[in-house]
């Protein structure tokens, strides 16, 4: 047999030869001039994890690795290892949505017009903006007759930086057609619990401080208003989102979150207040609150679901206010998508999607405490 790789250990005849996912022991015939750090090619027999009377067929001397380089940190640091994972991730993600009869899409990168997100500003582009989100697109393709798509995708947001942010990251985005936040919940149940067993051996997350988080589906449910009823003293947070959003905000990191990231178990929060909403449709029982979800793992913030808003009218209204809350932010105030809501004009079919961040959930499997442990290139290191 023959392999490649960078002598990470020598020890007389007993070498160790490593790349970034994975080491093999090899025992040379005889002794031979290398170093460690030198790249090899060598030939011998293997038995079990060992390759015996080895020969080195080509040695590329090198100088020791730099404690910062990219050897360090693929090989060294495991963020290699991480890589292999993570390919895992995508396979088995990918695996799952298509046995579920969905469609792989791509959507552009660079846009003309991004969300209107509030709390998400975007990255200008030659004319254009990197993508914050593919759910316009995505949308527009439920409304021209494709019933479920998915896609794994780049997205890009200014100013995000920290453990659990990077300005660019991957996304894992689907829609049903034809289908409630019910449907989506119980995919995202399915796909948590699939990665994580294929990362970790079971159902199981393992948090940065050791603690375990027991992802076996179903996950509970508590609603906002319950969840601050409980863990803020608000008797109403419905009411205190409309009279005072920044109190409603404040509380929810301050008080409800904390509480959340004390579970051992994930937790679906729901039914957020209308104001609110998002992209998400109003709660026909109760329009005071909207079909929004996220999925909190471990206090991880993983994604962020709809029954999605499909009237064109309620939707203009909502860009155009959220435009004029851009502007009294001083926040640039993007232009509203005409594409998008055309689309909207022509029928967009009742649905659910969900957006889930893939880094965090590669991240909750392996224990890493930021999701730049799970990146080929994050932003440092572009």
Same mark, same amino acid.
């Given at each position: 047999?023959? &392999?490649?790789?960078?002598?990470?250990?020598?020890?007389?005849?007993?070498?160790?030869?490593?790349?970034?996912?994975?080491?093999? /022991?090899?025992?040379?015939?005889?002794?031979?001039?290398?170093?460690? %750090?030198?790249?090899?090619?060598?030939?011998?027999?293997?038995?079990?994890?060992?390759?015996?009377? =080895?020969?080195?067929?080509?040695?590329?001397?090198?100088?020791?690795?730099?404690?910062?380089?990219?050897?360090?940190?693929?090989?060294?640091?495991?963020? %290699?290892?991480?890589?292999?994972?993570?390919?895992?991730?995508?396979?088995?993600?990918?695996?799952?949505?298509?046995?579920? $009869?969905?469609?792989?899409?791509?959507?552009?990168?660079?846009?003309?017009?991004? $969300?209107?997100?509030?709390?998400?500003?975007?990255?200008?582009?030659?004319?254009?903006?990197?993508?914050? /989100?593919?759910?316009?697109?995505?949308?527009?393709?439920?409304?021209?007759?494709?019933?479920?798509?998915?896609?794994?995708?780049?997205?890009?947001?200014?100013?995000?930086?920290?453990?659990?942010?990077?300005?660019?990251?991957?996304? !894992?985005?689907?829609?049903?057609?034809?289908?409630?936040?019910?449907?989506?919940?119980?995919?995202?149940?399915?796909?948590?619990?699939?990665?994580?067993?294929?990362?970790?051996?079971?159902?199981?997350?393992?948090?940065?401080?050791?603690?375990?988080?027991?992802?076996?589906?179903?996950?509970?449910? !508590?609603?906002?208003?319950?969840?601050?009823?409980?863990?803020?003293?608000?008797?109403?947070?419905?009411?205190? @989102?409309? /009279?005072?959003?920044?109190?409603?905000?404040? &509380?929810?990191?301050?008080?409800?979150?904390?509480?959340?990231?004390?579970?051992?178990?994930?937790?679906?929060?729901?039914?957020?207040?209308?104001?609110?909403?998002?992209?998400?449709?109003?709660?026909?029982?109760?329009? /005071?609150?909207?079909?929004?979800?996220?999925?909190?793992?471990?206090?991880?913030?993983?994604?962020?679901?709809?029954?999605?808003?499909?009237?064109?009218?309620?939707?203009? =209204?909502?860009?155009?206010?959220?435009?004029?809350?851009?502007?009294?932010?001083?926040?640039? @105030?993007?232009?509203?998508?005409?594409?998008?809501? =055309? @689309?909207?004009?022509? $029928?967009?079919?009742? @649905?659910?999607?969900?957006?889930? $961040?893939?880094?965090?959930?590669?991240? &909750?499997? &392996?224990?890493?405490?930021?999701?730049?442990?799970?990146?080929?290139?994050?932003?440092?290191?572009?």
């Amino acid at each position: 047999m023959e &392999l490649g790789g960078r002598i990470s250990r020598a020890r007389g005849t007993e070498l160790l030869v490593s790349d970034a996912l994975a080491s093999v /022991s090899v025992s040379l015939r005889a002794p031979a001039p290398v170093s460690e %750090g030198d790249l090899v090619i060598v030939t011998g027999r293997l038995a079990g994890a060992r390759l015996l009377d =080895a020969v080195i067929r080509e040695r590329f001397p090198c100088p020791s690795p730099r404690g910062d380089g990219e050897v360090a940190r693929l090989a060294w640091q495991g963020v %290699g290892r991480h890589l292999g994972l993570r390919a895992a991730a995508f396979e088995t993600i990918r695996e799952y949505f298509a046995a579920a $009869g969905f469609l792989e899409v791509d959507t552009p990168i660079r846009v003309r017009t991004p $969300g209107l997100d509030l709390h998400v500003d975007a990255l200008e582009a030659e004319g254009g903006y990197l993508s914050t /989100s593919p759910e316009f697109q995505m949308k527009r393709l439920l409304v021209g007759g494709i019933p479920r798509c998915f896609q794994l995708v780049h997205c890009f947001r200014k100013d995000e930086h920290g453990p659990l942010h990077e300005p660019e990251f991957c996304m !894992l985005e689907w829609y049903r057609a034809f289908s409630g936040v019910e449907a989506v919940m119980a995919d995202t149940e399915i796909v948590v619990e699939r990665v994580l067993t294929r990362l970790a051996g079971r159902p199981r997350a393992r948090l940065p401080d050791g603690r375990p988080i027991d992802a076996r589906a179903p996950f509970a449910r !508590l609603t906002v208003r319950d969840a601050f009823r409980r863990h803020a003293g608000v008797a109403d947070a419905v009411d205190l @989102a409309a /009279s005072d959003e920044d109190r409603f905000f404040q &509380l929810l990191v301050d008080r409800v979150e904390p509480a959340l990231a004390r579970r051992r178990r994930p937790l679906f929060l729901t039914d957020y207040p209308a104001t609110q909403a998002s992209l998400a449709r109003r709660t026909p029982s109760d329009p /005071s609150v909207a079909e929004r979800f996220e999925l909190y793992v471990g206090g991880v913030e993983l994604c962020n679901g709809f029954g999605e808003l499909t009237c064109p009218i309620e939707q203009r =209204a909502r860009f155009v206010a959220d435009q004029r809350a851009r502007r009294r932010q001083r926040r640039p @105030a993007y232009a509203l998508d005409p594409r998008f809501l =055309a @689309a909207l004009d022509e $029928g967009m079919p009742p @649905a659910g999607g969900n957006a889930l $961040g893939v880094d965090r959930l590669v991240a &909750l499997a &392996l224990g890493a405490p930021a999701i730049r442990d799970t990146l080929a290139f994050p932003w440092s290191w572009v």
